[in-house]
Protein backbone atom coordinates (compact mmCIF):
# COMPACT_ATOMS: atom_id res chain seq x y z
CA UNK A 1 0.00 0.00 0.00
CA UNK A 2 1.43 3.34 -0.84
CA UNK A 3 2.92 5.73 1.89
CA UNK A 4 0.53 8.47 3.25
CA UNK A 5 3.19 11.13 1.85
CA UNK A 6 2.72 9.74 -1.38
CA UNK A 7 -0.80 9.82 -1.20
CA UNK A 8 -0.84 12.87 0.17
CA UNK A 9 1.50 14.55 -3.17
CA UNK A 10 -1.16 12.19 -5.41
CA UNK A 11 -4.27 14.35 -3.75
CA UNK A 12 -2.14 17.38 -4.47
CA UNK A 13 -1.87 16.78 -8.25
CA UNK A 14 -4.87 16.16 -8.54
CA UNK A 15 -6.16 19.13 -7.04
CA UNK A 16 -3.86 21.07 -9.42
CA UNK A 17 -4.93 18.89 -12.30
CA UNK A 18 -8.76 19.96 -11.35
CA UNK A 19 -8.19 23.58 -11.90
CA UNK A 20 -8.51 23.80 -15.35
CA UNK A 21 -11.70 22.26 -14.83
CA UNK A 22 -12.72 24.75 -12.56
CA UNK A 23 -11.06 27.80 -14.36
CA UNK A 24 -13.51 26.66 -17.63
CA UNK A 25 -17.38 27.03 -16.14
CA UNK A 26 -17.72 30.87 -16.59
CA UNK A 27 -18.18 32.67 -13.56
CA UNK A 28 -21.65 33.23 -14.22
CA UNK A 29 -22.40 30.04 -14.63
CA UNK A 30 -21.46 29.79 -10.22
CA UNK A 31 -24.35 31.05 -7.69
CA UNK A 32 -21.34 32.96 -5.80
CA UNK A 33 -18.33 33.62 -7.91
CA UNK A 34 -14.77 33.16 -7.01
CA UNK A 35 -16.25 30.74 -3.33
CA UNK A 36 -15.89 27.33 -3.56
CA UNK A 37 -18.53 25.00 -2.49
CA UNK A 38 -19.46 23.72 1.21
CA UNK A 39 -18.92 19.87 1.12
CA UNK A 40 -19.35 18.63 4.78
CA UNK A 41 -17.86 14.30 4.81
CA UNK A 42 -19.28 12.84 7.37
CA UNK A 43 -18.04 9.54 8.74
CA UNK A 44 -19.52 6.93 11.33
CA UNK A 45 -16.96 5.73 15.02
CA UNK A 46 -18.51 2.72 15.67
CA UNK A 47 -17.46 -1.04 17.06
CA UNK A 48 -18.56 -4.29 15.85
CA UNK A 49 -21.71 -5.34 15.99
CA UNK A 50 -22.35 -7.50 19.85
CA UNK A 51 -25.54 -8.91 21.32
CA UNK A 52 -24.83 -6.45 24.59
CA UNK A 53 -25.51 -3.58 24.87
CA UNK A 54 -22.90 -2.34 26.71
CA UNK A 55 -18.47 -2.58 25.51
CA UNK A 56 -16.66 -5.01 28.12
CA UNK A 57 -13.48 -3.59 29.47
CA UNK A 58 -11.45 -6.57 27.53
CA UNK A 59 -13.00 -5.43 24.54
CA UNK A 60 -12.47 -1.90 24.87
CA UNK A 61 -9.10 -2.86 25.87
CA UNK A 62 -8.38 -4.58 22.18
CA UNK A 63 -10.04 -1.48 20.46
CA UNK A 64 -8.09 1.24 22.18
CA UNK A 65 -4.73 -0.33 22.14
CA UNK A 66 -2.14 1.03 20.21
CA UNK A 67 -2.81 -0.34 17.16
CA UNK A 68 -6.96 -0.89 18.30
CA UNK A 69 -9.65 -0.31 15.79
CA UNK A 70 -10.68 2.69 17.47
CA UNK A 71 -7.12 4.15 17.66
CA UNK A 72 -6.61 3.46 14.22
CA UNK A 73 -9.63 5.24 13.26
CA UNK A 74 -9.05 8.43 15.15
CA UNK A 75 -5.75 8.13 13.60
CA UNK A 76 -7.36 8.63 10.06
CA UNK A 77 -10.06 11.52 10.88
CA UNK A 78 -7.60 13.40 13.68
CA UNK A 79 -7.44 16.88 12.23
CA UNK A 80 -8.78 16.78 9.39
CA UNK A 81 -12.37 18.11 8.25
CA UNK A 82 -14.90 15.68 8.53
CA UNK A 83 -17.42 15.34 10.82
CA UNK A 84 -17.34 12.32 13.02
CA UNK A 85 -20.67 10.51 14.18
CA UNK A 86 -20.07 8.56 17.51
CA UNK A 87 -21.45 5.62 18.71
CA UNK A 88 -22.38 7.05 21.87
CA UNK A 89 -22.33 3.31 23.22
CA UNK A 90 -18.74 3.84 23.48
CA UNK A 91 -18.15 6.79 25.60
CA UNK A 92 -20.83 5.24 28.04
CA UNK A 93 -19.07 2.23 27.75
CA UNK A 94 -15.56 3.99 28.97
CA UNK A 95 -17.28 5.73 31.50
CA UNK A 96 -19.30 3.53 33.41
CA UNK A 97 -16.26 1.12 34.51
CA UNK A 98 -15.11 3.89 36.39
CA UNK A 99 -11.98 3.26 38.30
CA UNK A 100 -12.13 -0.39 35.56
CA UNK A 101 -11.54 1.26 32.99
CA UNK A 102 -8.59 -0.34 31.02
CA UNK A 103 -6.22 2.60 30.88
CA UNK A 104 -5.85 2.81 26.98
CA UNK A 105 -9.78 3.62 26.75
CA UNK A 106 -9.84 6.25 29.26
CA UNK A 107 -6.58 7.76 27.31
CA UNK A 108 -9.00 7.27 24.00
CA UNK A 109 -11.91 8.95 25.22
CA UNK A 110 -9.29 11.94 26.37
CA UNK A 111 -8.27 12.25 22.72
CA UNK A 112 -11.46 12.30 21.57
CA UNK A 113 -12.80 14.86 23.53
CA UNK A 114 -10.00 16.90 22.32
CA UNK A 115 -10.31 16.39 18.48
CA UNK A 116 -11.07 19.76 16.48
CA UNK A 117 -13.54 17.74 14.17
CA UNK A 118 -17.49 18.31 14.43
CA UNK A 119 -19.19 15.31 16.02
CA UNK A 120 -22.83 14.76 16.87
CA UNK A 121 -24.36 11.00 18.40
CA UNK A 122 -25.31 8.11 16.67
CA UNK A 123 -28.33 6.27 17.73
CA UNK A 124 -27.38 3.72 20.55
CA UNK A 125 -25.10 0.85 18.87
CA UNK A 126 -25.92 2.43 15.53
CA UNK A 127 -29.23 0.88 16.14
CA UNK A 128 -31.16 0.89 13.14
CA UNK A 129 -33.65 4.14 13.35
CA UNK A 130 -36.35 3.37 11.39
CA UNK A 131 -36.37 -0.91 11.57
CA UNK A 132 -38.21 -0.21 14.79
CA UNK A 133 -40.67 2.41 13.99
CA UNK A 134 -41.59 -0.14 10.60
CA UNK A 135 -42.17 -3.04 13.22
CA UNK A 136 -44.69 -1.24 15.04
CA UNK A 137 -42.72 0.78 17.90
CA UNK A 138 -44.68 4.38 18.59
CA UNK A 139 -41.51 6.19 18.78
CA UNK A 140 -37.59 5.74 18.49
CA UNK A 141 -35.76 3.26 20.60
CA UNK A 142 -33.10 4.53 23.03
CA UNK A 143 -31.79 4.01 26.27
CA UNK A 144 -33.83 4.23 29.28
CA UNK A 145 -31.64 4.28 32.15
CA UNK A 146 -27.46 3.16 32.48
CA UNK A 147 -28.14 2.74 36.32
CA UNK A 148 -28.08 -0.87 36.07
CA UNK A 149 -24.77 -1.07 35.23
CA UNK A 150 -23.35 1.91 37.53
CA UNK A 151 -21.11 -0.02 40.49
CA UNK A 152 -21.21 2.53 43.31
CA UNK A 153 -17.13 0.97 44.19
CA UNK A 154 -15.51 1.95 41.44
CA UNK A 155 -16.57 5.00 41.87
CA UNK A 156 -15.95 7.87 44.71
CA UNK A 157 -19.03 10.29 46.35
CA UNK A 158 -21.10 11.80 44.07
CA UNK A 159 -20.53 15.74 42.74
CA UNK A 160 -22.71 18.06 44.96
CA UNK A 161 -24.07 21.42 43.64
CA UNK A 162 -22.91 24.30 45.08
CA UNK A 163 -25.10 26.11 47.49
CA UNK A 164 -24.96 29.02 49.78
CA UNK A 165 -24.98 33.22 48.70
CA UNK A 166 -24.04 32.86 44.95
CA UNK A 167 -22.71 36.75 45.60
CA UNK A 168 -20.06 35.37 48.38
CA UNK A 169 -16.56 35.47 46.90
CA UNK A 170 -16.01 31.91 46.13
CA UNK A 171 -13.14 29.86 47.91
CA UNK A 172 -10.49 28.43 46.49
CA UNK A 173 -11.05 25.29 44.14
CA UNK A 174 -8.54 22.62 44.96
CA UNK A 175 -6.29 21.24 42.53
CA UNK A 176 -7.72 18.03 41.09
CA UNK A 177 -6.82 14.73 42.35
CA UNK A 178 -5.48 12.61 39.17
CA UNK A 179 -5.36 9.73 41.88
CA UNK A 180 -9.04 9.96 43.00
CA UNK A 181 -11.81 7.62 41.65
CA UNK A 182 -14.68 9.24 39.49
CA UNK A 183 -17.41 10.94 41.12
CA UNK A 184 -20.41 8.65 41.04
CA UNK A 185 -22.13 9.32 37.45
CA UNK A 186 -25.89 9.58 36.38
CA UNK A 187 -27.54 7.84 33.15
CA UNK A 188 -26.81 12.01 32.06
CA UNK A 189 -23.73 12.60 33.15
CA UNK A 190 -22.62 9.02 31.14
CA UNK A 191 -24.07 10.33 28.18
CA UNK A 192 -23.18 13.86 28.24
CA UNK A 193 -20.76 15.14 25.62
CA UNK A 194 -19.96 18.73 23.73
CA UNK A 195 -21.31 17.63 20.26
CA UNK A 196 -21.02 20.12 18.01
CA UNK A 197 -24.88 18.91 16.56
CA UNK A 198 -26.82 18.37 19.46
CA UNK A 199 -30.01 16.55 17.85
CA UNK A 200 -28.91 14.93 14.40
CA UNK A 201 -30.85 11.42 13.33
CA UNK A 202 -28.97 9.43 11.17
CA UNK A 203 -31.23 6.30 9.69
CA UNK A 204 -29.68 3.56 7.23
CA UNK A 205 -29.73 4.88 3.91
CA UNK A 206 -32.71 4.46 1.71
CA UNK A 207 -35.19 3.31 4.84
CA UNK A 208 -37.19 6.37 5.24
CA UNK A 209 -40.84 6.40 4.54
CA UNK A 210 -43.01 9.28 5.20
CA UNK A 211 -44.82 7.87 8.58
CA UNK A 212 -40.95 7.05 9.55
CA UNK A 213 -39.73 10.73 8.76
CA UNK A 214 -42.59 12.42 10.20
CA UNK A 215 -41.50 10.11 13.70
CA UNK A 216 -38.01 11.10 13.05
CA UNK A 217 -38.42 15.19 12.62
CA UNK A 218 -40.25 15.34 15.52
CA UNK A 219 -37.67 13.71 17.71
CA UNK A 220 -33.94 15.21 16.06
CA UNK A 221 -33.97 18.56 14.57
CA UNK A 222 -32.18 17.07 11.62
CA UNK A 223 -32.41 14.02 10.02
CA UNK A 224 -29.62 13.05 7.51
CA UNK A 225 -30.90 11.17 4.72
CA UNK A 226 -29.94 9.71 1.07
CA UNK A 227 -30.96 11.54 -1.80
CA UNK A 228 -32.25 8.67 -2.89
CA UNK A 229 -34.79 8.84 -0.38
CA UNK A 230 -35.99 12.34 -1.93
CA UNK A 231 -38.07 12.61 -5.22
CA UNK A 232 -36.84 14.69 -8.09
CA UNK A 233 -33.79 16.41 -5.86
CA UNK A 234 -31.09 18.17 -7.61
CA UNK A 235 -28.61 17.50 -5.16
CA UNK A 236 -27.12 20.80 -5.66
CA UNK A 237 -27.37 21.97 -2.47
CA UNK A 238 -27.35 20.08 1.17
CA UNK A 239 -30.37 20.42 2.74
CA UNK A 240 -34.64 20.14 2.32
CA UNK A 241 -37.95 20.75 3.76
CA UNK A 242 -40.34 18.01 3.93
CA UNK A 243 -43.03 18.66 5.83
CA UNK A 244 -42.56 19.99 9.28
CA UNK A 245 -39.38 18.13 9.30
CA UNK A 246 -35.85 19.78 8.56
CA UNK A 247 -33.53 17.26 6.39
CA UNK A 248 -29.74 17.09 5.85
CA UNK A 249 -29.37 15.53 2.42
CA UNK A 250 -26.61 13.30 1.52
CA UNK A 251 -26.08 12.86 -1.89
CA UNK A 252 -26.51 9.48 -3.01
CA UNK A 253 -24.05 9.13 -6.01
CA UNK A 254 -20.82 11.35 -4.64
CA UNK A 255 -21.52 9.07 -1.52
CA UNK A 256 -20.96 5.79 -2.97
CA UNK A 257 -18.22 7.15 -5.38
CA UNK A 258 -16.37 8.12 -1.59
CA UNK A 259 -17.12 4.66 -0.24
CA UNK A 260 -15.58 3.39 -3.47
CA UNK A 261 -12.44 4.95 -3.09
CA UNK A 262 -12.06 4.27 0.58
CA UNK A 263 -12.63 0.80 -0.29
CA UNK A 264 -10.30 0.50 -2.95
CA UNK A 265 -7.82 -2.71 -2.65
CA UNK A 266 -5.04 -1.30 -4.16
CA UNK A 267 -3.23 1.64 -4.84
CA UNK A 268 -4.06 1.72 -8.51
CA UNK A 269 -7.80 1.00 -7.90
CA UNK A 270 -7.19 3.86 -5.35
CA UNK A 271 -6.04 6.14 -7.73
CA UNK A 272 -8.33 5.69 -10.44
CA UNK A 273 -11.25 5.63 -8.20
CA UNK A 274 -10.41 8.96 -6.31
CA UNK A 275 -9.75 10.45 -9.73
CA UNK A 276 -13.13 9.51 -10.78
CA UNK A 277 -14.57 10.85 -7.33
CA UNK A 278 -12.42 14.13 -7.08
CA UNK A 279 -13.58 15.30 -10.74
CA UNK A 280 -17.37 14.26 -10.10
CA UNK A 281 -16.91 16.49 -6.63
CA UNK A 282 -15.39 19.09 -8.55
CA UNK A 283 -18.04 19.08 -11.25
CA UNK A 284 -20.80 18.87 -9.22
CA UNK A 285 -19.46 22.26 -7.22
CA UNK A 286 -19.38 24.02 -10.24
CA UNK A 287 -22.46 23.72 -11.71
CA UNK A 288 -25.33 26.45 -11.50
CA UNK A 289 -27.25 27.03 -7.94
CA UNK A 290 -24.74 24.69 -6.39
CA UNK A 291 -24.17 25.38 -2.57
CA UNK A 292 -23.37 22.68 -0.11
CA UNK A 293 -23.22 18.80 -0.81
CA UNK A 294 -22.90 16.33 2.24
CA UNK A 295 -20.77 12.94 1.45
CA UNK A 296 -21.43 10.25 4.51
CA UNK A 297 -19.57 7.06 4.43
CA UNK A 298 -21.46 3.89 4.48
CA UNK A 299 -21.53 2.14 8.34
CA UNK A 300 -19.99 -0.98 6.56
CA UNK A 301 -16.96 0.68 5.58
CA UNK A 302 -14.00 0.76 8.24
CA UNK A 303 -12.73 4.13 9.48
CA UNK A 304 -8.83 1.78 10.16
CA UNK A 305 -8.41 2.07 6.47
CA UNK A 306 -5.48 4.27 5.11
CA UNK A 307 -7.09 4.83 2.31
CA UNK A 308 -9.85 6.96 4.18
CA UNK A 309 -7.43 9.30 5.34
CA UNK A 310 -5.66 9.96 2.14
CA UNK A 311 -9.71 9.85 0.26
CA UNK A 312 -10.34 13.11 2.41
CA UNK A 313 -6.80 14.91 1.50
CA UNK A 314 -7.72 14.62 -2.15
CA UNK A 315 -11.11 16.02 -1.74
CA UNK A 316 -9.72 18.94 0.62
CA UNK A 317 -7.55 19.77 -2.81
CA UNK A 318 -10.18 20.50 -5.08
CA UNK A 319 -9.91 23.92 -5.51
CA UNK A 320 -13.71 24.73 -6.41
CA UNK A 321 -14.68 23.01 -2.66
CA UNK A 322 -13.96 24.33 0.63
CA UNK A 323 -14.43 21.01 3.23
CA UNK A 324 -17.00 22.17 6.08
CA UNK A 325 -18.39 20.80 9.25
CA UNK A 326 -21.65 19.40 8.85
CA UNK A 327 -23.23 22.30 11.21
CA UNK A 328 -22.12 25.12 8.72
CA UNK A 329 -24.76 23.27 5.79
CA UNK A 330 -27.49 22.13 8.44
CA UNK A 331 -28.95 25.65 8.85
CA UNK A 332 -29.24 26.22 5.43
CA UNK A 333 -32.50 26.65 4.00
CA UNK A 334 -33.47 24.23 1.20
CA UNK A 335 -36.05 23.26 -0.96
CA UNK A 336 -39.20 21.83 -0.32
CA UNK A 337 -39.00 18.19 -1.33
CA UNK A 338 -41.14 14.41 -1.31
CA UNK A 339 -39.96 11.47 0.29
CA UNK A 340 -39.58 8.20 -1.54
CA UNK A 341 -40.51 5.49 0.50
CA UNK A 342 -37.62 3.15 0.93
CA UNK A 343 -38.12 -0.69 0.88
CA UNK A 344 -37.34 -1.93 4.36
CA UNK A 345 -37.10 -6.13 4.15
CA UNK A 346 -40.55 -7.47 5.46
CA UNK A 347 -38.94 -10.90 6.86
CA UNK A 348 -36.50 -8.75 8.82
CA UNK A 349 -39.69 -5.97 9.93
CA UNK A 350 -41.71 -9.01 10.83
CA UNK A 351 -38.08 -10.26 13.16
CA UNK A 352 -38.24 -7.13 15.07
CA UNK A 353 -41.59 -6.95 15.44
CA UNK A 354 -41.30 -10.21 17.62
CA UNK A 355 -38.34 -8.98 19.23
CA UNK A 356 -40.38 -5.95 20.67
CA UNK A 357 -42.91 -8.09 21.18
CA UNK A 358 -40.47 -10.12 23.97
CA UNK A 359 -39.25 -7.20 25.07
CA UNK A 360 -42.81 -6.66 26.36
CA UNK A 361 -42.90 -9.47 27.81
CA UNK A 362 -39.61 -8.86 30.32
CA UNK A 363 -41.03 -5.67 30.93
CA UNK A 364 -44.55 -7.16 32.42
CA UNK A 365 -42.12 -9.83 34.42
CA UNK A 366 -40.03 -7.01 35.58
CA UNK A 367 -42.86 -5.14 37.61
CA UNK A 368 -41.89 -7.78 40.29
CA UNK A 369 -38.31 -6.82 40.83
CA UNK A 370 -37.85 -3.91 43.71
CA UNK A 371 -36.63 -2.02 40.99
CA UNK A 372 -38.22 -3.08 37.18
CA UNK A 373 -36.06 -0.13 35.47
CA UNK A 374 -32.68 -2.48 36.06
CA UNK A 375 -34.59 -5.00 34.35
CA UNK A 376 -36.29 -3.00 31.50
CA UNK A 377 -32.86 -0.69 30.79
CA UNK A 378 -30.63 -3.64 30.14
CA UNK A 379 -33.06 -5.48 27.95
CA UNK A 380 -33.30 -2.46 25.95
CA UNK A 381 -29.72 -1.64 25.40
CA UNK A 382 -29.40 -5.51 24.42
CA UNK A 383 -32.49 -4.90 22.22
CA UNK A 384 -30.39 -1.69 20.23
CA UNK A 385 -27.12 -3.67 19.88
CA UNK A 386 -29.49 -6.48 18.38
CA UNK A 387 -30.50 -3.74 15.68
CA UNK A 388 -27.21 -2.39 14.86
CA UNK A 389 -26.78 -1.38 11.54
CA UNK A 390 -23.49 -3.34 11.48
CA UNK A 391 -25.29 -6.46 11.18
CA UNK A 392 -27.07 -5.53 7.80
CA UNK A 393 -24.25 -6.97 5.80
CA UNK A 394 -24.28 -10.36 8.12
CA UNK A 395 -27.53 -12.00 7.73
CA UNK A 396 -25.84 -15.66 9.95
CA UNK A 397 -24.37 -13.02 11.91
CA UNK A 398 -27.88 -11.38 12.32
CA UNK A 399 -29.84 -14.16 13.15
CA UNK A 400 -27.69 -15.27 15.52
CA UNK A 401 -27.85 -12.06 17.37
CA UNK A 402 -31.28 -12.63 17.31
CA UNK A 403 -31.62 -15.86 18.94
CA UNK A 404 -29.41 -14.91 21.65
CA UNK A 405 -31.89 -11.91 22.66
CA UNK A 406 -34.87 -14.27 22.38
CA UNK A 407 -32.84 -16.79 24.58
CA UNK A 408 -31.48 -13.79 27.06
CA UNK A 409 -35.55 -13.28 27.32
CA UNK A 410 -36.46 -16.46 28.01
CA UNK A 411 -33.77 -16.80 30.75
CA UNK A 412 -34.47 -13.84 32.65
CA UNK A 413 -38.05 -14.84 32.56
CA UNK A 414 -37.60 -18.60 34.07
CA UNK A 415 -35.15 -16.75 36.86
CA UNK A 416 -37.91 -16.32 39.32
CA UNK A 417 -39.71 -19.79 39.36
CA UNK A 418 -41.31 -22.30 41.79
CA UNK A 419 -39.18 -25.38 42.83
CA UNK A 420 -41.34 -28.26 42.25
CA UNK A 421 -40.37 -30.48 46.03
CA UNK A 422 -41.97 -33.85 45.66
CA UNK A 423 -45.31 -35.08 47.10
CA UNK A 424 -46.31 -33.40 50.33
CA UNK A 425 -48.85 -34.83 53.39
CA UNK A 426 -51.28 -32.36 55.42
CA UNK A 427 -51.34 -34.17 58.90
CA UNK A 428 -53.32 -30.86 60.35
CA UNK A 429 -57.19 -29.88 59.62
CA UNK A 430 -55.26 -26.46 59.38
CA UNK A 431 -51.56 -25.73 58.49
CA UNK A 432 -49.42 -24.66 55.67
CA UNK A 433 -48.69 -25.65 52.67
CA UNK A 434 -44.65 -25.10 51.91
CA UNK A 435 -44.09 -23.45 48.91
CA UNK A 436 -40.49 -22.89 47.50
CA UNK A 437 -39.83 -19.89 45.68
CA UNK A 438 -36.15 -19.10 43.47
CA UNK A 439 -35.32 -16.02 43.03
CA UNK A 440 -31.82 -15.98 40.95
CA UNK A 441 -32.17 -11.86 40.16
CA UNK A 442 -29.66 -9.60 42.10
CA UNK A 443 -32.65 -7.60 43.89
CA UNK A 444 -35.43 -8.44 45.81
CA UNK A 445 -38.71 -9.67 44.27
CA UNK A 446 -42.46 -9.36 45.48
CA UNK A 447 -44.74 -12.38 44.02
CA UNK A 448 -48.43 -13.49 44.96
CA UNK A 449 -48.35 -17.53 45.04
CA UNK A 450 -51.59 -19.23 43.83
CA UNK A 451 -52.62 -22.62 44.97
CA UNK A 452 -55.64 -24.01 43.40
CA UNK A 453 -56.72 -28.06 44.40
CA UNK A 454 -58.02 -29.60 41.27
CA UNK A 455 -60.53 -31.93 43.60
CA UNK A 456 -62.37 -30.61 46.54
CA UNK A 457 -60.24 -32.23 49.44
CA UNK A 458 -58.62 -28.93 50.72
CA UNK A 459 -59.83 -25.12 50.67
CA UNK A 460 -56.57 -22.05 50.24
CA UNK A 461 -57.44 -19.83 52.90
CA UNK A 462 -55.38 -17.20 51.14
CA UNK A 463 -55.87 -17.45 47.37
CA UNK A 464 -53.23 -14.41 46.53
CA UNK A 465 -50.41 -14.86 48.88
CA UNK A 466 -48.21 -12.40 48.93
CA UNK A 467 -44.36 -12.78 49.32
CA UNK A 468 -40.73 -11.48 48.86
CA UNK A 469 -37.86 -13.57 48.36
CA UNK A 470 -34.35 -12.19 48.57
CA UNK A 471 -31.94 -11.87 45.52
CA UNK A 472 -30.10 -14.87 44.91
CA UNK A 473 -31.78 -17.02 46.82
CA UNK A 474 -34.43 -19.91 47.68
CA UNK A 475 -37.56 -19.17 50.35
CA UNK A 476 -40.38 -21.11 51.20
CA UNK A 477 -43.49 -19.71 51.70
CA UNK A 478 -46.25 -21.30 54.08
CA UNK A 479 -49.52 -20.67 52.30
CA UNK A 480 -52.61 -21.19 54.66
CA UNK A 481 -54.70 -23.85 53.87
CA UNK A 482 -57.70 -26.12 55.32
CA UNK A 483 -58.23 -29.40 55.28
CA UNK A 484 -61.48 -30.81 54.00
CA UNK A 485 -61.64 -34.52 53.96
CA UNK A 486 -58.69 -37.06 53.87
CA UNK A 487 -57.26 -38.59 50.26
CA UNK A 488 -55.03 -37.26 47.52
CA UNK A 489 -55.56 -34.03 45.64
CA UNK A 490 -53.39 -32.56 42.76
CA UNK A 491 -52.47 -29.13 43.49
CA UNK A 492 -51.65 -26.64 40.94
CA UNK A 493 -49.38 -24.01 42.07
CA UNK A 494 -48.72 -20.74 40.10
CA UNK A 495 -46.88 -17.59 40.41
CA UNK A 496 -48.22 -13.83 39.31
CA UNK A 497 -47.13 -10.55 39.27
CA UNK A 498 -49.32 -7.65 41.21
CA UNK A 499 -51.48 -7.24 38.19
CA UNK A 500 -52.22 -10.47 37.95
CA UNK A 501 -49.72 -11.80 34.81
CA UNK A 502 -48.56 -14.95 35.33
CA UNK A 503 -44.79 -16.02 36.48
CA UNK A 504 -42.81 -18.70 34.60
CA UNK A 505 -44.88 -22.13 34.05
CA UNK A 506 -47.55 -23.75 36.35
CA UNK A 507 -46.18 -26.40 39.07
CA UNK A 508 -48.37 -29.44 40.03
CA UNK A 509 -47.34 -31.02 43.27
CA UNK A 510 -49.72 -34.19 44.47
CA UNK A 511 -50.49 -33.88 47.85
CA UNK A 512 -51.86 -36.37 50.47
CA UNK A 513 -54.40 -35.16 53.13
CA UNK A 514 -54.98 -36.40 56.13
CA UNK A 515 -58.13 -34.83 57.31
CA UNK A 516 -59.39 -34.47 61.19
CA UNK A 517 -56.88 -37.05 62.03
CA UNK A 518 -55.33 -35.02 64.70
CA UNK A 519 -58.75 -35.20 66.88
CA UNK A 520 -58.29 -38.63 67.91
CA UNK A 521 -55.08 -38.64 68.29
CA UNK A 522 -54.92 -35.53 70.72
CA UNK A 523 -57.54 -37.92 72.55
CA UNK A 524 -54.95 -40.69 72.48
CA UNK A 525 -52.19 -38.50 73.89
CA UNK A 526 -54.78 -36.64 76.55
CA UNK A 527 -55.51 -40.58 77.50
CA UNK A 528 -52.30 -41.80 77.55
CA UNK A 529 -51.12 -38.74 79.32
CA UNK A 530 -53.75 -39.16 82.38
CA UNK A 531 -52.78 -42.40 82.08
CA UNK A 532 -49.47 -41.95 83.43
CA UNK A 533 -50.41 -39.24 85.71
CA UNK A 534 -53.36 -41.88 87.60
CA UNK A 535 -50.24 -44.36 87.53
CA UNK A 536 -47.94 -41.95 89.40
CA UNK A 537 -50.63 -41.14 91.79
CA UNK A 538 -51.53 -44.84 92.44
CA UNK A 539 -47.39 -45.54 92.36
CA UNK A 540 -47.26 -42.51 95.04
CA UNK A 541 -50.18 -44.21 97.33
CA UNK A 542 -48.98 -47.56 97.22
CA UNK A 543 -45.47 -46.30 98.47
CA UNK A 544 -46.89 -44.11 100.65
CA UNK A 545 -48.90 -47.16 102.47
CA UNK A 546 -45.80 -49.28 102.33
CA UNK A 547 -43.98 -47.09 104.32
CA UNK A 548 -46.71 -46.38 106.71
CA UNK A 549 -46.90 -50.02 107.48
CA UNK A 550 -43.35 -50.35 107.91
CA UNK A 551 -43.43 -47.97 110.83
CA UNK A 552 -46.54 -49.74 112.53
CA UNK A 553 -44.28 -53.26 112.13
CA UNK A 554 -41.09 -51.75 113.68
CA UNK A 555 -43.38 -50.09 116.40
Request: glycine share 6%; net charge negative.
Amino acid sequence: MTSRPTRAAAAIALGLALSPLVGAVPAAAQTSPGLPTEVALVVPLTVPAGTSGLVSAELLENYTSEFGLLTRSLNQVDGRPVTIAVDPMIIASIRVLGTAAPESAVLWLERLAALPNETFALSWADSNLTLGLDAGSPAVLAPESLGFAIDPTRFGAAEVEPTGDPSATPSATPEPDDSAPPPLPTTESLLEWAYALPSVGWPAADSVSASTLSVLGATYEHTLISSDNLADFTGLTATATVGDSSVIVADSSLSSLFGTTVESSSDSAWEAAVATLTTAIAGEATQPSADSAVLTLDRSIALTDLDLGATIDAIDAIPSVQLVGLSAVADNTGPTATVVDGEQDAASIDTVAGLLTVEGLDAEFAQIADDPSRVTSERRLDLLATLSNSWTDNAAGWAEAVSDYRAASSALRGSVKIIKSSSITLWADRGSLPVIVENNLDQPVTVFITVRALTPLIRVEDSFFEFVVEPNSQRKAPVPVQSISNGVVELEIALHGATGQQIGNTTYVRTTVQAGWETPFTIGVGIVVVLIFAAGVVRTIVRLRRARAKRITIA
